[in-house]
């Protein structure tokens, strides 16, 4: 048994006049490569994201063992903030390798 590839299936329903070809296999080589750059982008930006709200905990648990005159449930509240979002991030990395794992395991 032979695997037929995307671009295979694509071409036996182009020659079909009667069957539409589904969007997913329109294959587009520019619109293919702008889809990974742009989750590259938006998982950047989470990322940065994730390291500003954890500095400024950082800096708000400084600030208190410090001793200055902050309000401390800014602090919590910034604490809070912080772990939701680490918590978040690890869950979408979770999710992201059991997607490829179950990708790998997949059989052609």
Not at 18 to 25: I, R, T, Y
């Given at each position: ?38 989750f590259?982008?938006?998982l950047?930006?989470?990322?940065t994201d994730?390291?500003?709200s ?19 449930h ?9 772990r939701l ?5 690890v869950?979408?990395?979770n ?14």
């Amino acid at each position: 048994m032979t695997a037929l590839g995307i671009e295979s299936i694509a071409a036996v329903a182009a020659q079909q006049p009667n069957l539409p070809v589904p969007p997913a296999l329109n294959i587009d080589s520019t619109q293919s490569a702008a889809v990974p750059s742009a989750f590259a982008n938006l998982l950047q930006q989470q990322f940065t994201d994730l390291n500003a709200s954890v500095g400024a905990a950082e800096t708000a648990m400084s600030a208190v063992a410090a001793g200055k005159p902050v309000e401390l449930h800014e602090v919590m509240i910034g604490l809070e903030r912080a772990r939701l979002s680490v918590q978040t991030f690890v869950q979408i990395r979770n999710k992201v390798v059991e997607a490829y794992q179950d990708l790998m395991r997949m059989q052609l």
